[in-house]
């Protein structure tokens, strides 16, 4: 079993920055490719991007992409969303998101795939 904690967000005006953090504790990270999701009010949840288990993958959706960086570090057990120049339009619950795989280079962007989900985050960007 996996348990993932998310934790950075806040309140905060266009253009400024947060850095997200998602810790997995229970089993070894090192296993886990690992995808940032986000859910507007009355909106599906959208993948807002996602890393391999190794950290060499990363890719972003066309919203964020230029703005949002995601990493790893393995000592922390933790995935990072480092997100500037943050728009109104940011503003959403965001979750991280986990499954073991095997392959090294893997990363996945169908919620349904992922495994472990944290309880989210609220991010509010205003204008």
């Known amino acids: 079993q996996v348990q993932l904690k998310e934790s950075g967000g806040g309140s905060v005006q266009a253009g400024a920055y947060l850095r997200l953090s998602c810790t997995a504790s229970?089993?070894?990270?090192?296993?886990?490719?690992v995808g940032w999701f986000r859910q507007a009010p009355g909106a599906e949840r959208k993948i807002v991007s996602a890393i391999s288990r190794t950290g060499d993958m990363t890719d972003y959706a066309d919203s964020v992409k230029g703005r949002f960086t995601i990493s790893r570090d393995a000592a922390k057990n933790t995935v990072y969303l480092q997100m500037d120049s943050l728009k109104p339009e940011d503003t959403a619950v965001y979750f991280c998101?986990?499954?073991?795989?095997?392959?090294?280079?893997?990363?996945?962007?169908?919620?349904?795939?992922?495994?472990?989900w944290g309880q989210g985050t609220q991010v509010t960007v205003s204008s």
């Open positions: 229970g089993r070894p990270f090192s296993g886990l490719a």
């Open positions: 998101a986990a499954r073991f795989t095997s392959t090294t280079d893997s990363y996945y962007y169908n919620p349904d795939v992922y495994t472990y």
